[in-house]
RNA sequence: GGUCCCGUAGCUCAGCAGGAUAGAGCAGCGGUUUCCUAAACCGAAGGUCACAGGUUCGAAUCCUGUCGGGACCA
């Protein structure tokens, strides 16, 4: 139930009235007519800019229209009043029962409440992570994965049919570097002295079991063998090893991909799907042979002027045309990334979320003209980059480890502060916006602390209906009796103000899965849990506000069907940020 | 040299699809505990939304340019 959509179409009956009416022009625009809170909830408890959306379409006053929406809407059972404002804004003050109708949805289906149907089933790819692996993953790729599980998470929730996916770079240059790097290792298990790891190997000790495991299993055979014939095996138990490690540190996050892609499979054996994508683009006119323009400025000293195979990333509004081809003739990443876009497109899917570091930043326009190419301009490829994240210890930064090589691990901090504080912190920024991670600060337990001022106030809802089954003898009100309520004695402004946040729950869900924003989830239990500590707090001075009135069963049954449905979204929404809701800290 | 991101209170940041008097938290100031968890709350104070133009009835928000910070590219 979403009351600002339920009156976004009310608004449009009234001006669907007022066109049949001969008023305002029938047909004109109304795409731009929103239902909000008001900036100030003194103002009541829905705005509507309907009359300043249309007016210009209608050639009306704005105060006018307003006037005449307004006198439209006061019919409505629903309203109790309705009152133009400044530039001819609409503030609507709604029946008691419309809100109180909010609490009952949210307690009749608790995880269902701010669902959506929005998404209407339309597939969508989010593709997140996909760390090289060669290694464990650090604190950065930490929250990209965080980032885009819970964006999976609410476009899930917001009605679309989600596939998350991890591209495996399983194919270039580096896990070859990996493979030497582990074959070391293996020489090293043999009881070989190995010394220091040479430059440009990964010097990390997560390698040392890999090279065990082989000596194990081959014993000294593969160290004989030349590298051509030893290396794709020894790169393969590696691969396999790292993406174990990867899974691994992912679900210390509880984070799990449905689809693991691996970019060597698409020139596997007898196929050539980079290839394949490269004739068809090629056949459409979008792949030729020429001369990129030196780069302007300073040129760089391997600059040479040489043919290339080129795709004509200018078509679709990129910068320049982008090779394809290497000067030895292989694949470029580039080309294997078109590739691997398109299978996506042929799975099925027209709506691709990539989640990327913000490193990436230069490859999104080039990969959205080949998103453009490869799908003839039907699919559509959402980037989001997700800033750097300075690790700290009470404001000093975060020294690098050893065991890793030259990075903190993920694991590391996920170990040492938990996985709610890790996930939480993480959305409780956008994610184009740098991240400062402080160890120290995430495990306060104090209000200077957004995850435990959330999870605080979950555990007081529970705390209170604890409370309750004290009072009243162990006869904790069940759901039956929460349902049916008397609502009417909710009469407190705290109260009030408190179900209007709760009626905000879907609207936002809508407009955070909309823009693809998970933090606004966060931020808006943020406020939620702070409405909520102020009503509390309103029962320490007023005690008939407080949630268990020992000598009046009615209003506390009320009132613990408002905390019902505040427990509700605070589950919900921590439940898509993948953050727990306790019942108790700790 | 070019591309992308950012610039909002002393600090860290929100600001929803262009709307009303630009909001939180921290720090600082002043209050609240015989009372459901003070692990919390309330109040006052704090702003040239980097700057200059433009579009609009209306711009922190959209467009152009300049300056500053960051990431990246050849």
Redesign the pocket.
């Known amino acids: 139930m979403n009351i600002f959509g339920l009156f976004e179409r009310r608004v449009g009956e009234a001006l669907d009235r007022l066109a049949a009416a001969g008023r305002i022009p029938a047909g004109i625009d109304t795409?731009?007519v929103?239902v909000?809170?008001?900036?100030?909830s003194t103002?009541g408890d829905l705005?509507t800019?309907a009359a300043?959306?249309v007016?210009?379409a209608a050639k009306a006053n704005?105060r006018q229209l307003a006037d005449l929406i307004a006198e439209d809407l006061r019919t409505d059972p629903r309203v109790v009043g309705a009152s133009v404002?400044?530039?001819g804004?609409i503030?609507i003050r709604l029946a008691p029962h419309v809100l109180h109708d909010v609490v009952r949805a949210a307690l009749a289906d608790p995880a269902g409440y701010g669902r959506s149907g929005q998404g209407a089933g339309q597939a969508v790819n989010v593709e997140y992570v996909s760390a090289n692996p060669t290694g464990p993953m650090h604190v950065g790729h930490g929250r990209g994965a965080v980032f885009g599980d819970a964006l999976a998470n609410l476009l899930a929730f917001a009605g679309y049919d989600v596939t998350r996916e991890y591209y495996v770079n399983d194919a270039g240059a580096q896990v070859d570097v990996l493979a030497r790097s582990a074959f070391l290792r293996y020489r090293e298990a043999l009881g070989e002295a190995v010394g220091s790891i040479p430059e440009g190997l990964y010097p990390g000790d997560y390698l040392v079991p890999v090279g065990q495991a082989l000596a194990a299993q081959h014993g000294p055979a593969l160290r004989d063998m030349p590298e051509a014939e030893w290396l794709p095996l020894v790169r393969s138990v590696a691969i396999d090893a790292m993406m174990a490690m990867i899974r691994d540190d992912l679900a210390s996050l509880d984070i799990r991909h449905a689809v693991f892609f691996s970019e060597r499979s698409l020139t596997k054996g007898e196929a050539d799907k980079i290839g394949e994508t490269i004739a068809e683009l090629r056949a459409r006119g979008l792949v030729y042979e020429g001369r990129l323009p030196?780069?302007?400025?300073?040129l760089?000293e391997d600059?040479e002027d040489r043919e290339q195979t080129l795709f004509r990333a200018t078509e679709f509004g990129d910068?320049v045309d982008r090779p394809l081809l290497k000067s030895d003739g292989s694949y470029t990443y580039f080309a294997a990334d078109i590739a691997y876009h398109r299978s996506k497109f042929e799975r099925g899917f027209t709506s691709m979320i990539d989640v990327w570091g913000?490193?990436h930043?230069?490859y999104?326009?080039r990969m959205q003209a080949a998103v453009n190419a490869v799908s003839g301009g039907t699919a559509k490829l959402d980037v989001k980059?997700c800033?750097?994240v300075k690790l700290l210890r009470g404001g000093e930064p975060v020294k690098m480890s050893k065991r890793a090589g030259d990075f903190v691990t993920l694991r590391e901090v996920v170990d040492e502060v938990g996985r709610d504080p890790v996930r939480f912190m993480m959305l409780y920024?956008?994610n184009?916006?740098?991240?400062?991670f402080d160890l120290a600060k995430v495990l306060e337990?104090?209000?200077?602390n957004p995850v435990?001022?959330v999870q605080?106030a979950h555990?007081?809802c529970a705390?209170?209906f604890r409370?309750a089954g004290e009072a009243f003898a162990g006869r904790v009100p069940g759901s039956d009796a929460l349902a049916a309520a008397d609502l009417s004695v909710l009469t407190d402004e705290a109260e009030i103000e408190l179900e209007r946040r709760i009626a905000q729950y879907p609207?936002?869900v809508e407009?955070a899965a909309?823009?693809h924003?998970p933090?606004?989830i966060a931020?808006y239990l943020?406020e939620l849990s702070?409405v909520f500590?102020?009503l509390?707090?309103?029962?320490?001075?007023l005690?008939q506000?407080?949630?268990?009135k020992h000598d009046d069963e009615r209003s506390t049954v009320a009132r613990l069907a408002l905390l019902g449905a505040l427990k509700a979204v605070l589950a919900s929404g921590l439940g898509t940020l993948g953050v727990s809701a306790p019942d108790?800290?700790?």
């Open positions: 795409s731009k929103l909000e809170p008001p900036r100030d103002h705005a800019n300043m959306a007016a210009k704005p404002a400044g530039p804004f503030n030196p780069p302007k400025g300073q760089p600059w910068d913000a490193d930043g230069g999104v326009k980059l800033q750097l920024r956008k184009d916006a740098p991240l400062d337990q104090s209000k200077d435990f001022y605080y555990a007081r705390s209170v409370q609207r936002v407009a909309l823009a924003e933090h606004r931020f943020y702070s500590h102020g509390w707090n309103k029962g320490k001075d005690p506000l407080r949630f268990v108790e800290m700790r």
